[in-house]
């Protein structure tokens, strides 16, 4: 498979760096998505996306990828867009024609960077289910705007990458059923929105019940968390919840928010789940899923941490827990 705009082919492909390399720990490494242009300007605000280039170079700098493992996605087609949002939406994108309404549930400034990447974000995702169909697992470092709903953004998320990557799969019939497992602290509601009554995918969320969004729609499974949740706790929910995901509806490939905000010092959260609970977590879903043979991609979602570092570390942590799994 070679690989193009919007995921399709083109002239370099994973395959192609696959027979250019020799070391046999870079073979048995996922590839991961990732662009510099994820990284935009939002003022002061929660939401700070140097966290993805510092991820990457978190990543580098202990030696767990190099730089041969990174591919650079290209925007998402404006056919692969409208499998999610309507028309009427991605024009209000296109000529940044919102109301006050809309830019207040978006909660972060409109802006043609903003645009740029979070277009390219979807294309990105769509490329790291790619590389997992062909390769079992790929992650991307960026991704999981759960909160998009087909005609309207919310909670810093302009498009709804997620829907966007598993309907186009289906669509052009590269996959019969996907799943998406949201395990950020928020509900998936723009995700579960989008796909009500789709028999194809599989919405679950495991979030935070006393929590933003006021409004959470129906995912096919939804696990509510109490504040204050824990570690022990936590896990034992998701191990209960999982094969209800893996086995009942048997997907073709699984979709993974692996949210950092569960974090106990997550400044939007109010989960208290350690670093080392995240980090379990994220073996459990890799284990689980590998262990059915099932193809996974991963996308980062949600991080705010009182100190960007830790964010920093518990995505770098999801990786590495991926690349453990592979």
């Not at 990732?34 to 140097?50: C, K, N, Q, R």
């Not at 940044?96 to 740029?116: C, H, M, N, W, Y």
């Not at 979602?301 to 453990?324: K, N, P, Q, W």
């Amino acid at each position: 498979m070679e690989i193009e705009e919007g995921g399709g082919p083109r002239a370099w492909g994973p395959s192609s760096i696959y027979r250019r390399v020799a070391n046999e720990h870079v073979l048995k490494t996922p590839f991961l998505v990732w662009d510099p242009s994820y990284e935009i300007d939002l003022g002061p605000h929660v939401f700070i996306t140097a966290k993805y280039r510092l991820t990457r170079e978190h990543l580098l700098g202990n030696g767990t990828v190099e730089e041969v493992h990174f591919v650079a996605p290209t925007p998402a087609r404006r056919e692969d867009l409208l499998l999610a949002h309507t028309e009427e939406y991605l024009r209000k994108i296109d000529e940044d024609a919102f109301s006050a309404g809309e830019r207040f549930l978006l909660e972060i400034p409109f802006t043609a960077e903003v645009r740029d990447a979070m277009t390219l974000a979807c294309g990105g995702t769509l490329l790291s289910c790619r590389l997992a169909l062909e390769h079992g697992a790929a992650g991307h470092l960026g991704g999981g705007f759960h909160h998009a709903y087909a005609d309207h953004g919310e909670g810093f998320c302009l498009l709804n990458d997620g829907p966007v990557a598993l309907l186009t799969l289906i669509e052009e019939g590269t996959i019969g059923r996907g799943a998406i497992v949201d395990l950020d602290v928020h509900h998936g509601n723009g995700t579960a929105s989008i796909l009500a009554g789709n028999e194809s995918v599989f919405t679950f969320s495991m979030h935070q019940e006393n929590n933003y969004p006021a409004h959470k729609p129906r995912s096919d499974l939804d696990v509510g968390l109490d504040d204050g949740t824990s570690d022990e706790e936590y896990l034992s929910a998701l191990e209960t919840a999982l094969p209800t995901v893996l086995d009942d509806f048997a997907p073709d490939l699984v979709l993974y928010l692996a949210g950092a905000d569960p974090y106990l010092e997550d400044q939007l959260g109010g989960l208290a789940l350690t670093t080392d609970g995240l980090r379990r977590r994220d073996r459990m879903v890799f284990a689980e899923v590998r262990r059915r043979g099932i193809s996974i991609a991963v996308v980062l979602a949600g991080g705010y941490a009182i100190r960007l570092e830790d964010t920093v570390s518990i995505h770098a942590a999801t990786i590495e827990e991926l690349i453990a799994a592979s």
